[in-house]
């Protein structure tokens, strides 16, 4: 029996600043976010906590008491944070939006306006994780 804990990229706080760093280097969000500002918190319970700031195509850590009101919150087990940058997904947990559906151990919280005002950033911020693992 193979654990599929083994396909799954290990997310953690440093690994968000390889993805802040992939970030600079793809076209595509220098396009899209090239006006976006939002907030995400990250959190892995018990785990980790990571709090970024998408702002101008740039994905920033930041303090956590930076963090304002209306922002993202996603809260994910390991496993939860390895279905969301599994770059072959299972059936329904395809995106970000089917995993918080779908998935016990994903959960988005925070602003609904703020997640869909930016879907598509998220979208591709999770297409670079999923890439990230790839390259490893």
Known sequence: MTSTSNTLPVISAPWFTNLANAVQTDRELQVIGKFSDFWIDAVSPGNWRVVLNFQRSSLIPTPWKDLPEDHIAISASPSGWGQIFDPHPKPLLHDLLALGKNSPDVS???????LVRNLRVLARLVDLGKALHVQH
């Open 108 to 114: 988005l919280c925070g602003s609904d306006v703020e």
